[in-house]
């Protein structure tokens, strides 16, 4: 890590994340303006892109936010300003996490998660997996691609990307319990440089619209083979986990489970091919795909999240959870 990077990192460190927080209130008490604001604290530096104008759509509140450098340094700065809740009293704090493998991996962890009332847990591995769904799929259809859903074209659509995506989760199920049994013993045992975080699903799958394909005869070896620290299968130990964990994502709705980095990261390929299909018409198969008209949406993948969040499913226990703390400030007032 280079000197910049250590300054980011610690910038984003609970202790500074707080300190801000407090700067922020003060202002804000200063001039009258608690109740106007909902003051939200996220995991990740994109969160903001998909919650904020969620939540001031729920009520009639603007939102401050802060990004932390991942869940545990988000939980870190739960627990500094709840040491100091007296002093908060008469502001909204709302925490965000994604909800990972978390479920499966750190299951008492999880327990206690789940009981803190102003936080809320994404129902599905991540936000990325609101973006990825059926319904996120057909609203993209209809306002990038300018399809209807009486147009012949708009149901092949579908079928074309949910039988590519079906393709896709088969391939990726195990790298998917390969990294929820490294996150397991990284939990349990001890911590260790596993950067998967920098794979992307090219990495791993050949993706075309007619087919997905693996790079790989073996995944799991391939992914062993590249992270040297990772915790391996040829361990007794090891390998029952994985087997244990594949048997809980196998039974689960992998759309909504999978790693959603992955999920976004297959969508935004898959759309580039779509993009590229409809605006030039070869005469090589897919024929249905060619839109008489130049189809323009921005899927650079660093921008996925702000550029389609418009189409990203918002789950109705996200909205449950804003209305109820609108209420609670409304009888504090």
Same mark, same amino acid.
């Given at each position: 890590?280079?000197?910049?990077?250590?300054?980011?990192?610690?910038?984003?460190?609970?202790?500074?994340?707080? $300190?801000?927080?407090?700067?922020?209130?003060?202002?804000?008490?200063?001039?009258?303006?608690?109740?106007?604001?909902? &003051?939200? !604290?996220?995991?990740?530096?994109?969160?903001?892109?998909?919650?904020?104008?969620?939540?001031?759509?729920?009520?009639?509140?603007?939102?401050?936010?802060?990004?932390?450098?991942?869940?545990?340094?988000?939980?870190?700065?739960?627990?500094?300003?709840?040491?100091? %809740?007296?002093?908060?009293?008469?502001?909204?704090?709302?925490?965000?996490?994604?909800?990972?493998?978390?479920?499966?991996?750190? $299951?008492?962890?999880?327990?206690?998660?789940?009981?803190?009332?102003?936080?809320?847990?994404?129902?599905?591995?991540?936000?990325? *997996?609101?973006?990825?769904?059926?319904?996120?799929?057909?609203?993209?259809?209809?306002?990038? !691609?300018?399809?209807?859903?009486?147009?012949?074209?708009?149901? %092949?659509?579908?079928?074309?990307?949910?039988?590519?995506?079906?393709? !896709?989760?088969?391939?990726?199920?195990?790298?998917?319990?390969?990294?929820?049994?490294?996150? &397991?013993?990284?939990?349990?045992?001890?911590?260790? *440089?596993?950067?998967?975080?920098?794979?992307?699903?090219? %990495?791993?799958?050949?993706?075309?619209?007619?087919?997905?394909?693996?790079?790989?005869?073996?995944?799991?070896?391939?992914?062993?083979?590249?992270?040297?620290?990772?915790?391996?299968?040829?361990?007794?130990?090891?390998?029952? %986990?994985?087997?244990?964990?594949?048997?809980?994502?196998?039974?689960?709705?992998?759309?909504?489970? !999978?790693?959603?980095?992955?999920?976004?990261?297959?969508?935004?390929?898959?759309?580039?091919?779509?993009?590229?299909?409809?605006? $030039?018409?070869?005469?090589?198969?897919?024929?249905?795909?060619?839109?008489?008209?130049?189809?323009?949406?921005?899927?650079?993948?660093?921008?996925?999240?702000?550029?389609?969040?418009?189409?990203?499913?918002?789950?109705?226990?996200?909205?449950?959870?804003?209305?109820?703390?609108?209420?609670?400030?409304?009888?504090?007032?």
């Amino acid at each position: 890590m280079n000197r910049r990077e250590k300054l980011k990192k610690a910038r984003l460190d609970a202790p500074v994340i707080s $300190q801000e927080f407090r700067n922020i209130y003060i202002k804000h008490k200063n001039t009258n303006k608690l109740n106007d604001y909902f &003051y939200c !604290f996220y995991e990740g530096q994109d969160d903001s892109k998909y919650y904020n104008h969620r939540i001031e759509g729920f009520c009639n509140r603007e939102v401050s936010h802060q990004y932390t450098d991942g869940k545990d340094n988000l939980l870190k700065v739960y627990k500094i300003l709840d040491r100091k %809740k007296n002093i908060y009293k008469n502001s909204q704090l709302l925490f965000f996490i994604d909800r990972d493998h978390d479920s499966f991996i750190k $299951q008492n962890k999880f327990i206690y998660l789940e009981k803190i009332t102003n936080l809320y847990i994404t129902p599905t591995y991540s936000i990325e *997996n609101f973006y990825t769904t059926q319904k996120a799929f057909e609203r993209i259809v209809k306002s990038e !691609f300018h399809i209807v859903e009486t147009d012949e074209k708009f149901e %092949k659509l579908i079928n074309l990307f949910l039988e590519r995506q079906s393709e !896709f989760h088969q391939i990726m199920l195990d790298v998917n319990v390969w990294i929820a049994t490294q996150n &397991y013993f990284l939990h349990t045992k001890e911590k260790r *440089n596993i950067p998967y975080n920098e794979l992307g699903v090219d %990495k791993i799958l050949k993706i075309s619209l007619e087919k997905i394909e693996s790079k790989h005869q073996n995944s799991v070896l391939f992914l062993e083979n590249k992270f040297s620290e990772s915790f391996l299968l040829e361990s007794n130990e090891i390998n029952n %986990k994985f087997q244990e964990l594949r048997t809980l994502l196998f039974e689960s709705n992998y759309q909504a489970i !999978f790693r959603g980095k992955f999920e976004i990261d297959f969508l935004n390929k898959f759309l580039k091919l779509l993009v590229e299909k409809a605006n $030039q018409k070869d005469g090589k198969g897919l024929d249905f795909i060619y839109i008489n008209e130049k189809i323009k949406i921005k899927l650079t993948l660093n921008d996925t999240i702000s550029n389609l969040t418009q189409y990203a499913d918002t789950p109705n226990c996200l909205k449950e959870f804003i209305q109820e703390y609108s209420k609670i400030k409304v009888l504090n007032v």
